[in-house]
Nanobody, 120 residues
Framework: QVQLVESGGGLVQPGRSLRLSCADS????????VGWYRQALGRGRELVAA???????TYADFVKGRFTISRDNAKSTVYLQMNSLKPEDTAVYYC??????????????WGQGTQVTVSS
């Protein structure tokens, strides 16, 4: 079973950037589609971006043009580059293995996530 650890969150000002990392200690992440999801306070978890095993990418409308998902199979890591951050991007961000497109349904096992706070 793949075990993922998220990192890279923090407190940033609006308009700045962050890069999140999702690492798999067992080096099997290349076998899976992977999604980044987020959950803001008081809201449900939502898909932010996803990448297939073939590196096809999908983005939620609210991050298109600002966020980029990528993967480095040699490092068994998936990244989320977040540019032009907005206060409404504040949330806990999670990565998870995902089912087939277009839904990229996540598995039932979640890590602790990484907090992203965008505030001046």
């Amino acid at each position: 079973q793949v075990q993922l650890v998220e990192s890279g969150g923090g407190l940033v000002q609006p308009g700045r950037s962050l890069r999140l990392s999702c690492a798999d200690s067992r080096s099997i992440l290349r076998r899976y589609n992977v999604g980044w999801y987020r959950q803001a306070l008081g809201r449900g978890r939502e898909l932010v971006a996803a990448i297939t095993t073939g590196s096809t990418t999908t983005y939620a409308d609210f991050v298109k043009g600002r966020f980029t998902i990528s993967r480095d199979n040699a490092k068994s890591t998936v990244y989320l580059q977040m540019n032009s951050l907005k206060p409404e991007d504040t949330a806990v961000y999670y990565c998870n293995v995902a089912g087939a497109e277009p839904l990229f349904r996540p598995s039932d096992s979640w890590g602790q996530g990484t907090q992203v706070t965008v505030s001046s």
